[in-house]
């Protein structure tokens, strides 16, 4: 998602602790050479690098850089700005990482003159998809690139990072933003029930934008489906996994990653239940089954089936058989929930 362009940061929500901090080091001349973007999916990580780039290469006059307006802000917001690189998952591979070649790349294009900017920024967004012996290549120029450019690293999977990487950066946290903050500017985009969408994207805005209302009763429409899955007929949680995970890849991608939302949110509920935090439900339409899962999982449980989760996560970017992934992650939950999963239980 292109950032509007708009002087300095004050459209960024919800970030301007971070912005405050990476300003100072712009206006300090006092850029670090890696910067380790991390936090929640949406909340500003990539809008705020490419505003860091813009600023680092303003040449306008506004009393907060970037101008947003000059030649050198123009081009990094259009993405056209040859001294400021993003690199992404590599279209030219099926497995959706960052391969090899594109971090050769980078390496080839530091060992060149920059073009014209005053810093040479490469976005690696997400530093995640950099796998191991991509990562490896591109160590030695991470940690001493070139005067004048420089790395801004981004991922909501700071764990999965290796942590030759994370030592080597200067780590930025990124919070999500608050309910009261959320609510408002929701508002102001003219989004429907507001406080529901906050909700349910756990304070990302990216998250709340994309979510419209259909996709909230997608949600409600696949949790439906997984609750009847777990309601103790083997036969039943095979069919589910059958159809949940049926090829094309394209279709039981969203599919999938859905239901991992639904499941999400009824952990999330559950561990709100057990502390004591009614109020922050989620989904309070569906308290009663959550209090019933906070008595049965928490805390262990939780912590078990928050790493099936993630593990189901990382095996399906890695192209393993989806079925297998699903069918693992609904035998942890069954042995986890036993009847609570559906209603039954203590
Ligand atoms: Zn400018």
Not at 81 to 105: F, L, N, T, W, Y
Not at 184 to 202: C, H, N, T, V, Y
Not at 287 to 300: E, H, Q
Request: proline residues 7%.
């Amino acid at each position: 998602m292109r950032p509007s362009v708009a002087p300095g940061y004050a459209d960024i929500l919800g970030q301007s602790r971070v912005c405050q901090q990476l300003w100072a080091a712009v206006s300090a001349d006092h850029l670090h050479h890696c910067y380790l973007f991390e936090g929640p999916q949406g909340v500003g990580k990539a809008t705020v690098a490419l505003r860091l780039a813009m600023a680092a290469n303003c040449e306008g006059d506004a009393p907060v850089a970037p101008c947003g307006t000059c030649g050198p802000c123009r081009l990094i917001a259009e993405g056209r700005h040859p001294d400021v690189i993003e690199v992404g998952p590599d279209p030219a591979k099926a497995s959706e990482m960052i391969s090899v070649e594109q971090v050769r790349e980078i390496i080839r294009v530091f060992g060149l003159h920059r073009h014209s900017a005053r810093r040479r920024l490469v976005i690696l967004d997400p530093m995640d998809l950099v796998g191991g012996s991509a990562t490896n290549a591109l160590l030695k120029t991470l940690e001493e690139p070139p005067a004048g450019s420089g790395f801004i690293l981004i991922t909501s999977r700071l764990r999965s990072l290796l942590p030759t990487v994370v030592s080597r950066a200067l780590r930025i946290r990124f919070r999500a933003v608050p309910a009261e903050d959320l609510i408002p500017w929701l508002r102001s985009k003219g989004i429907q029930d507001a406080e529901r969408m906050a909700r349910l994207s756990f304070g990302s805005p990216g998250l709340a934008l994309t979510m419209s209302e259909s996709r909230a009763e997608e949600l409600a429409l696949s949790r439906t489906d997984l609750l009847r899955a777990l309601s103790g007929d083997p036969k039943a949680l095979f069919d589910y996994a059958d159809a949940l995970a049926a090829p094309p890849r394209s279709a039981f991608e969203p599919r999938v990653e859905r239901m991992l939302e639904s499941l999400e949110i009824l952990l999330r509920d559950a561990v709100n239940q057990a502390s004591g935090r009614e109020d922050k439900l989620i989904e309070p339409e569906v308290a009663d089954l959550t209090l019933r899962w906070s008595r049965v999982l928490w805390p262990g449980g939780v912590v078990r089936v928050e790493s099936a989760l993630a593990e189901a996560r990382n095996r399906l970017r890695l192209n393993v058989n989806a079925r297998l992934v699903v069918e693992a992650l609904l035998a942890c939950l069954v042995a986890e929930l036993g009847p609570a999963a559906y209603g039954g239980g203590r």
